[in-house]
């Protein structure tokens, strides 16, 4: 007889235990070393297992916090350390556990889940679908070649509330940015076994960009955040970078496939090393289109018919009205672009284009409604610094 699944909280250390176990063997042996830091930073209480009779046969973590999409902050759930021992691979659990995790995000009203993953067949198999990228940049510091210092830069201790207003007036206007939590500023500002550095640009009464790296043993330096709301933010930064070019090969960062700051250089120097795309399900279909920014100057109507085999709250036809940058969502309509909740995912980021999303299959609709949906879901590629 098949023991019954049960899905809750961790409870007490001897699930936390197991779970360290299990995350250890899934991504790093000596997690034993940091898990105790890991599990205090996310909070045991975000924690989730999934078990099969007591016997705890996976878990994931949970972070609260919220995507820029066209000006606006829209509340999103990301999902971190999805781990299931390899005994219980291939037995439809992670699929489980992922089932039930979503129905908890939208039985509180969370409009979109957000995650990177190693594998992304069980994800899609729940609703998740490729939705932006990081690309990890390589840009040999002898080769930048500015010598701008027009601007003033100055040395601070990390704290969050130094960078907290510099980053929402940069992610603001970024497709697909975080509004970041407490625990995102913690792994920005505090990784483990690190030594952190970190600048401000500008005067002190007028702060235009800032940068956060670590110094490495093997003479490159890895920016963990920067921001430049100037172009002169931006030349006294990289010339700051090419000031460490008798000690430091490469900079090395997390940014966007097509990072404006390259434009910066003399040369076409920065190099692509590693592109990742990271996954989103839209959770709640009337919160997700309600809460996401438009276009100003875009009045429109868009009638969708949705199809979600998990959640079925999400299906149907919905009408979304777009008047001045916010959007409202109601049920009816003539069901126009057909699609399911997969396809959703990379039309509301904006990854693809309505048109090459039905090229692939992803969306069915008329002319006309293609043509408004490329008005509504547009704006900068959708990308993301930072990784959980």
Excluded at 60 to 84: H, R, S
Excluded at 123 to 139: I, N, S
Excluded at 192 to 212: F, L, W
Excluded at 233 to 262: E, N
Aim: with cysteine; charged share 20%.
């Amino acid at each position: 007889m098949t023991s019954p699944l049960t899905f809750s909280n961790c409870s007490g250390d001897e699930e936390a235990q197991r779970l360290a176990e299990i995350l250890g063997q899934c991504f790093n042996p000596q997690i034993d070393d940091y898990w105790s830091l890991y599990s205090n930073t996310i909070g045991l209480e975000n924690f989730r297992v999934i078990r099969t009779g007591d016997e705890v046969a996976g878990g994931l973590a949970l972070l609260d916090m919220g995507q820029w999409y066209e000006g606006q902050c829209v509340p999103m759930t990301g999902i971190a350390a999805v781990g299931v021992p390899p005994e219980y691979r291939g037995t439809g659990i992670a699929v489980k556990l992922l089932t039930y995790t979503l129905k908890e995000l939208h039985t509180k009203g969370v409009p979109l889940s957000t995650l990177y993953a190693a594998t992304q067949r069980p994800y899609r198999k729940v609703g998740y679908e490729q939705a932006g990228a990081g690309c990890y940049w390589e840009l040999p510091a002898a080769s930048i070649m500015l010598n701008d210092r027009t601007l003033p830069i100055r040395s601070v201790v990390p704290q969050p509330e130094i960078f907290h207003n510099l980053h929402q007036q940069w992610a603001i206007k970024n497709n697909g940015n975080l509004a970041r939590n407490p625990i995102m500023w913690q792994f920005v500002l505090q990784p483990p076994n690190e030594t952190i550095y970190a600048y401000v640009v500008g005067s002190p009464a007028q702060p235009e960009g800032y940068i956060i790296f670590s110094q490495r043993s093997d003479n490159n330096l890895s920016i963990r955040d920067w921001v430049a709301l100037t172009p002169a933010a931006g030349r006294r930064l990289l010339t700051f970078l090419s000031d460490h070019r008798s000690q430091i090969d490469k900079v090395l960062w997390w940014g966007s496939p097509l990072d404006p700051f390259l434009l910066l250089l003399p040369e076409q120097t920065g190099h692509a090393r590693h592109l990742d795309r990271w996954l989103l399900r839209v959770v709640d279909v009337v919160g997700a289109l309600s809460k996401r920014g438009y276009p100003l100057e875009v009045e429109a109507e868009l009638h969708l018919a949705v199809r979600d085999d998990l959640l079925p709250e999400n299906n149907g036809q919905f009408i979304l009205t777009v008047s001045k940058g916010r959007g409202e969502v109601s049920r009816g309509g003539r069901g126009e672009l057909q699609l399911d909740i997969r396809g959703l995912a990379p039309l509301y980021t904006g990854l693809f284009t309505p048109y090459q999303l039905q090229l692939i299959g992803h969306i069915e609709a008329s002319d006309a409604a293609l043509a408004i949906a490329t008005q509504l879901f547009t704006g900068s590629a959708p990308w993301m610094p930072d990784k959980f």
